[in-house]
């Protein structure tokens, strides 16, 4: 079945409620609600952007695109109609030059009469930024759903991580995930052993209420708030 975007009206999760689960893991065996990707990609390209008044539409596009997915993969975790960010938050990361923004690249039209590239889409992002002297932090991953399943979301996390190493030069990723305590949540487990996977390895257990008190008080249950780190390569 799927989810409708939720109303503008309903509450949201303020720039201090930073979660960064990832939405672009692998799609399991039996998952009909979002079916893998058939066949090879179109070509795309991942930049840092830095937002300007002239790209309010590419803010909107990804805010858009970051709460419909965490939506359809945090709404058991959140009170109903609770939203992960808002154009403020996303615009305020972008000035900060912290978001790396995937876009598809259609083929070029033979026909054109210029030579003009087409114009690009915006299909996902992933936030990259210091965290520690020595830490690195990735959050705020998200793909389209129409995107997801092809190895995509591979490619923002990879981007991420060469980022945080090669421009910021820090040898250490950290990665946050939220789990409820009180259930399986099967696309949590699935996300897990994505970062496992990777070579992220559980460093602590964190106490969710003492960073983040105002999403907190949006949660529908108790939670455990794990935080992953993985060493880079040189």
Same mark, same amino acid.
């Given at each position: 079945?799927?989810?409708?975007?939720?109303?503008?009206?309903?509450?949201?999760? @303020?720039?201090?409620?930073?979660?960064?689960?990832?939405?672009?893991?692998?799609?399991?065996? #039996?998952?009909?609600?979002?079916?893998?990707?058939s066949g090879p990609? &179109?070509?795309? *390209? @991942?930049?840092?952007?830095?937002?300007?008044?002239? *790209?309010?539409?590419?803010?909107?596009?990804?805010?858009?695109?970051?709460?419909?997915?965490?939506? =359809?993969?945090?709404?058991d975790l959140f009170?109903? #109609?609770?939203?992960?960010? =808002?154009?403020?938050?996303?615009?305020?990361?972008?000035? %900060?030059?912290?978001?790396?923004?995937?876009? @598809?690249?259609?083929?070029?039209? &033979?026909?054109?009469?210029?030579?003009?590239? &087409?114009?690009?889409? %915006?299909?996902?992002? @992933?936030?990259?930024?210091?965290?520690?002297? =020595?830490?690195?932090?990735?959050? $705020?991953? %998200?793909?389209?759903?129409?995107?997801?399943?092809?190895? $995509?979301?591979?490619?923002?996390?990879?981007?991420?991580?060469?980022?945080?190493?090669?421009?910021? #030069?820090?040898?250490?990723a950290r990665l946050?995930?939220?789990?409820?305590?009180?259930?399986?949540?099967?696309?949590?487990?699935?996300? +897990?052993?994505?970062?496992?996977? $990777?070579?992220?390895?559980?460093?602590?257990?964190?106490?969710? +209420? =003492?960073?983040?008190?105002?999403?907190?008080?949006?949660?529908?249950?108790?939670?455990?708030?794990?935080?992953?780190?993985?060493?880079?390569?040189?």
């Amino acid at each position: 079945m799927d989810h409708q975007q939720p109303p503008s009206t309903v509450p949201q999760l @303020i720039a201090e409620t930073v979660v960064p689960a990832s939405t672009t893991t692998p799609v399991p065996e #039996g998952d009909t609600k979002r079916p893998p990707v058939s066949g090879p990609q &179109p070509p795309s *390209n @991942i930049a840092i952007e830095i937002t300007t008044d002239a *790209n309010d539409a590419l803010v909107a596009s990804l805010t858009g695109i970051v709460n419909q997915v965490y939506f =359809d993969t945090e709404k058991d975790l959140f009170l109903e #109609g609770t939203q992960r960010t =808002d154009e403020q938050e996303v615009r305020s990361i972008m000035q %900060a030059g912290e978001l790396a923004v995937m876009y @598809i690249l259609p083929p070029p039209d &033979p026909q054109a009469a210029t030579a003009q590239p &087409p114009p690009r889409k %915006a299909v996902g992002c @992933i936030r990259i930024r210091r965290f520690a002297d =020595d830490v690195g932090e990735l959050g $705020m991953l %998200a793909l389209a759903p129409s995107h997801q399943g092809g190895g $995509m979301g591979s490619a923002l996390m990879r981007f991420g991580e060469g980022h945080v190493r090669g421009t910021l #030069g820090l040898p250490v990723a950290r990665l946050e995930l939220l789990v409820p305590s009180g259930f399986h949540h099967a696309f949590k487990a699935r996300l +897990q052993a994505w970062y496992e996977k $990777m070579g992220y390895r559980v460093v602590r257990l964190g106490v969710f +209420q =003492d960073e983040y008190p105002k999403a907190a008080a949006l949660l529908r249950g108790p939670t455990e708030y794990r935080v992953f780190e993985k060493t880079l390569g040189a």
